[in-house]
């Protein structure tokens, strides 16, 4: 059913407006998206904001830019965007700046499943699924009274790691308490070990999983208090921080791979069961925290593409594996997309509610 | 002085002593330099000391190789180079090993513009350009009793980081002032956040930048430090030191690419009124903090190639999107040279005092 | 004598079931090795256990998988695979399931001098070999009452950081030393500074050195310890453990790259005086801290490829200055043999022991 790389749409044909676009917000992890499909042979549009503009106009890749006031205007465009031939390949700006009931509402083709998002954007479920797929959880208290260890505070929909709040035991969370009132929020046990995220791409096409590259986040201050001397940071009194502005590159131990394949492969056969019958396909990330015992605590699962991966535009020593080409998450998804449509099969890479 | 140099078998085409040789000093970013003009079709030449001489002739990219007894020993070679058909690419180590009277003597064709080596040497006018480019920079101090708060002290011409000092506070500041009376210094405030360094290339043909990479430096003994127990540090009493022993990849979250491409933009801007109508040009990298708000601090610029972007010889994920084959900065720089000499636009390319 | 590499083995040899076969154990490295093979136009034979089969079997580069019960189950699967024309490439798995003995007795045609592993598997031995190649070595200590400074406690044969000890003094040593009795250890002086791994391939066909990468390693809990504020560490009072569990990418200051590889030439040097004519060949790491003064202190030498190498399957920035395809260090081995057979000088690039 699936057709070899080489069979690629002709470049000739760009001009002819018969090929689909495929389209993302200006932000996240859009350049490699964009690039990726630039490179597998689709038109490539960007929806920007009044800022943003400019960077993404000046890449030769893009060939459409539309900048609209601010990326939560998105919803005004879609009407516009519902009569062209595109297919939007969302990323996490999508997730923040639109509603579930937005994201559900658009009949433009898109790239996932959306019934997924329920599944991810509660904390509750996301846990069961993570559960029942046998992975392990860091434990969660409900009240602070219950906090007998270190916790992480984090605030529901807290992106990119703002807001989440380190708390040292039961007293710290008393007094810090009057911070958090206004948000729901979840009591994560601070698990000690080293962060590792591992990025995923499923195939429902072929039913193959790979893992396409890993990282680790780059965040302020948490990732420069180490080079602060312990004795200086007392007179400091600072405030730990987690929030994400870039990423680096990590390997895993080879002998870990395995059971990192198979994490990968038990939350994609849960999310069958729970997601309806497509689950979770194309790009995913599991984020782990690695202990002495060499023990994966899974933190959270990403259902898309992650920013990790845009370390590894040119490609990563985990992808290069699979592909001789550079093969960026993103193009990965051009990829697959761009096999649907050579096999006549691109309900199987869309959610359901996507008019073709 | 002078080693006899060894002339490597040429490759064809490149025997006829019609092309340029692209020439640097054996260390810092000169490999990357030597093989980006290698394979841009350059002749390429290694100037050494006797202890790295054998290095630099391991690599079949480098054509030819001079070794003086030590790289303060340059000038003297200069009356030599000036007779030959060839073109220096600066790096740290000339502005380590050269003063600026040196080098605004050479008549050597010179990649860049020496006009802005006055703004980047004197940390004052460094500052008056950075802050006039809108960049946020560090607060700093006139007098130790000023101080209220951490700051780092660095020595006016310090390199790689070496000499540099965490002060806690003003009591810290007066206790180990005396190590400090022998040098010029400032006193900047510690920004707590995490580094991340920005490698720009701005091509004076086209008018374009372009963002080639990103790193962070990698330094000892405060890279290390995070690893000791906050307890075990105490006994310890160590003092941190910031000295550069290498680099180490980092991607930015791409909803802040638009602001680094704007800050080099500003920083180019900018040097156009203060440094002559050339302005900066080609390689520079502003180095920067970035704070729990996500606000770049920019510490410092450099205005031509910096060793961080030695991670990329083989290109790097933001280099990918411009070009398709390996793209290092030390490549681009011989790009350019290639592009002026193909429209016939050395000058715009080299400086003033270059007797082509 | 040494063919180019464009003279490759016919891909069309390759059903003749004439071909060499390179074998390895599924961990470490051995995706890199075998993708390695692969590319220089080996049979690849993966011998993995019954949790890692599946991950093996998924990559097309793969041609042939045995799964064992146990990787200590190997020496049982030898007669069979005396009997094949195969190649063994070890790599650390290798060492930490076959003991010396067993290591010996094996007659497959192995890459590498077994006469290494004597001075390599014996701290003592190590020591003299690295103190002989003029490498400075952190200073240690016999007895707990000696310990006048703070000290990691190394066991025998510690396997990827599990069982380091950090020790403050020695106080600290007498408390804990009931947890050391059952096994052989070392103390070693704990040097402040940054660690770097280099990652070196020596080709006995050629004499020529080569730097293929670098890398540091991404320990638990050690690399995390630093994201927690001082002052909440000594609530938690955490016991630091060492234990790899990924790497991490880094580049070299090129002022110090020239020692780097002087290093790498004397232990090779050393090593033809102590293990036999041969010495040590093919891939090889020396383990490095770098202090604030620019001294590389060697705590150790691995003399087989190393897991950092993982991070470079795509090719490194120092592999892209000596070839032009993504060279691996897993890849470079593959191409050492084929140049041997080529050459018709296999016996160069295997142990003695091996029966061909």
Chains 1, 2, 3 share one sequence.
């Not at 920007?48 to 400019?54: D, L, V």
């Not at 083709?109 to 959306?114: L, Q």
């Not at 434990?139 to 602070?144: A, C, D, E, V």
Request: charged letters at 25%; one cysteine or more.
């Amino acid at each position: 059913m699936i057709v070899t790389p080489e069979l690629r749409p002709a470049q000739i044909g760009r001009a002819s407006g018969d090929f689909y676009t495929i389209a993302t917000l200006g932000s996240h992890s859009a350049l490699q998206i964009l690039k990726g499909a630039h490179d597998e042979g689709f038109r490539t549009l960007a929806i920007t904001n009044r800022k943003t503009e400019r960077l993404y106009r000046s890449f030769p890749f893009v060939d459409e830019v539309i900048a609209i006031a601010e990326y939560k205007d998105f919803m005004g465009l879609v009407p516009e965007l519902e009569k062209r031939k595109l297919i939007i390949v969302p990323h996490g700006s999508f997730v923040a700046y639109l509603s579930l009931e937005e994201h559900k509402k658009m009949r433009i083709p898109y790239f996932g499943n959306k019934a997924v998002l329920d599944w991810e954007a509660s904390r509750e479920l996301q846990r069961q699924w993570l559960t029942r797929a046998g992975l392990t959880v860091p434990r969660q208290f409900k009240t602070g009274a219950e906090i007998d260890r270190p916790v992480i505070v984090k605030l529901y929909g807290a992106l990119g790691g703002k807001g989440y709040m380190f708390v040292r035991d039961s007293k710290d969370f008393e007094e810090r308490a009057g911070l958090l009132t206004r948000n729901k929020h979840i009591l994560q046990e601070y698990i000690i070990g080293v962060p590792l995220y591992i990025h995923y791409f499923y195939s429902p096409l072929t039913g193959r999983l790979e893992i396409m590259s890993m990282d680790r986040r780059y965040e302020t201050n948490v990732d420069s208090l180490g080079r602060i001397p312990a004795a200086a940071q007392e007179n400091l009194d600072i405030e730990p921080s987690y929030v994400v502005v870039g990423n680096q590159p990590v390997s895993l131990r080879e002998s870990m791979l395995a059971e990192a394949y198979q994490m990968g492969e038990n939350v994609v056969r849960v999310s069958k069961e729970i997601c309806g019958a497509k689950g979770l396909f194309g790009a995913f990330s599991i984020e782990t925290i690695i202990t002495p015992d060499a023990q994966f605590y899974v933190m959270e699962i990403s259902a898309r593409i992650v920013a990790g991966t845009n370390l590894f535009i040119d490609g990563s020593p985990y992808s290069y594996l699979y592909y001789t080409e550079p093969m960026s998450t993103g193009r990965r998804i051009a990829r697959e997309i761009k096999n649907a449509l050579l096999s006549n099969s691109l309900d199987v890479v869309l959610d359901d509610s996507s008019v073709v």
